[in-house]
């Protein structure tokens, strides 16, 4: 089953950033949208920014003006710049690329989840 696939989290300190990248580990033929979500011990997976199959871009309350979310479409290839990082932001970071069930969106869609990366911003 074809999976995303994260790289480029690690340990930085406040004030830092960090570029993750996610790209699907085969052919996706379309997509209903991306995105990303973190997760910490104890709490819900939580979104983070997410393209809709829109275009449309949202973040999460806390992250906005301080991570950008981007997609290259030729490749579909995910991305996640992270600047200004805080200690609030350390978690694993999923990426999530959504599909059709069948052919069309509005007929169902299917979350394929990456395995995570761990995000560690210490002061």
């Known amino acids: 089953q074809v999976q995303p696939v994260e790289s480029g989290g690690g340990s930085v300190q406040v004030g830092g950033s960090l570029k993750l990248s996610c790209e699907a580990s085969?052919?996706?033929?379309?997509?209903?949208?991306v995105g990303w979500y973190r997760q910490t011990p104890g709490k819900e997976r939580e979104l983070v920014a997410r393209i809709g199959g829109d275009g449309i871009t949202r973040y999460t309350d806390s992250v906005k003006g301080r991570f950008t979310i981007s997609q290259d479409n030729g490749r579909l290839r995910l991305y996640l710049q992270m600047d200004r990082l805080q200690t609030e932001d350390t978690a694993v970071y999923y990426c999530?690329?959504?599909?059709?069930?069948?052919?069309?969106?509005?007929?169902?869609?299917?979350?394929?989840w990456g395995q995570g990366t761990q995000v560690t911003v210490s002061s």
């Open positions: 085969g052919y996706i033929r379309s997509t209903c949208g």
């Open positions: 999530a690329i959504t599909t059709p069930r069948v052919k069309f969106c509005s007929d169902g869609t299917v979350d394929l």
